[in-house]
């Protein structure tokens, strides 16, 4: 089965990545596997010095969770099957880490995210992934 890795940030942008990516699922042959992940940045500073690695570890996850829950409720409105993961780091970098561990057929993207930082026709983590990932990328405009 094919499995297809979707980069959720929890932008409009990427809601309407899925939105637009769901039409496609009757391309395939058989549905894909679809997974969602969310990449949280690293707190900032000494924060770790005066929190707990338990409650940084439940701040990532809760805000992880906020993200993904529009797209959630649209794949569970419309009956399809996914996983999701959360992780922290550099977006791109752990969307490419990420595809290329759990070995992902593609990845599914828009152009643009919420960075702030956008290049000017592609967002900075989609153009960032496209230019490190071996994993094939479908942007989904």
């Known amino acids: 089965m094919l499995k297809t890795l979707l980069p959720v940030d929890g932008s409009?942008?990427?809601s309407k990545t899925v939105v637009d990516f769901i039409p496609l699922l009757d391309w395939y042959k058989e549905r894909p596997a679809l997974h969602l992940l969310n990449v949280q940045y690293p707190l900032d500073g000494n924060v770790s010095l005066f929190i707990n690695q338990a409650d940084i570890k439940q701040y990532h996850?809760?805000?992880g969770l906020k993200s993904l829950q529009s797209v959630r409720d649209l794949l569970d409105q419309q009956g399809i099957a996914y996983q999701y993961h959360i992780l922290v780091g550099d977006p791109a970098e752990m969307i490419v880490r990420f595809a290329s561990e759990k070995q992902f057929d593609q990845i599914v993207m828009g152009p643009r995210g919420k960075g702030g930082i956008q290049s000017l026709?592609?967002?900075?983590?989609t153009s960032k992934v496209m230019q490190l990932a071996q994993t094939p990328v479908l942007l989904v405009k």
């Open 121 to 125: 026709l592609l967002g900075s983590v």
């Open 12 to 14: 409009d942008n990427a």
């Open 61 to 63: 996850q809760e805000e």
